[in-house]
């Protein structure tokens, strides 16, 4: 009999994380980041404690949405309409992963700051040809590629995948400096801006389908652009 209800117990709990991981798109983003960063500990020579403070880490925050979930789920069977004190237990739910977020953030950056300092990429160093010239010849490239897909796709009739050329010009500019200054710190910030950029214009724009088709044009062109350069 106990055996039966602690299984039952278990089938409950498996139902409550893919509740979560199926209607929160939070999770789903927290759960993919956790499996890379899961993936990157068991290439990279970690110590035991490093691998440990990683999976206490990625669990407090998966609690902490976890957490926050069931508080809107609460929340919304108390009340529909609007109400102001609804606001604030969803708004400090959400501030709690927020903090979760920030420190996995600064363990993960500690952690793996050691190992990821690769950003050294010396073909416009040794290659023959100069930096100036080759990061300008990235960025026409990649202005004239994305111009020439956003033309496509407009007289194929799919406005929604014309990528954005801000988004576009901005990842390559921000995956340029990431590969040239050769420092990890400072290529983050440079992403984290582009990142700030980008949340604009998905604030402004009524589809995300050209920002996010623009920022992986912008970075593959860059990326390309290095490597035969």
Known sequence: MWLTK????????????????V????????????????????YLPLSKIEVLL????????????LFNTVVEAVVDMITKDFHPLAKVAKDVAAGAVLLCAGLAVVVGVSIFYPYLDLLRFPYFEEGPVPPNIGMVAILV???????????????????????????????CIATSVALMIHHLIIALLVYLLTALLVGTRLRIKTRRSPVVIGSLLGTAVALIGFVLL
């Open 141 to 171: 490239s990649d202005f004239f590629l994305t111009l020439l897909l956003k033309s496509w796709f407009h007289r194929l009739g799919r406005p929604q995948w014309e990528p954005s050329m801000t988004t576009s010009i901005a990842f």
């Open 6 to 21: 602690l299984l039952h117990s278990f089938r409950f709990a498996l139902e409550g994380l893919k509740y979560t991981l």
């Open 23 to 42: 209607t929160q798109r939070n999770m789903r983003i927290h759960f993919l980041t956790a499996l890379g960063v899961l993936l990157l500990s068991l």
């Open 54 to 65: 990683l999976f206490i880490t990625i669990v407090l925050v998966l609690v902490a949405e």
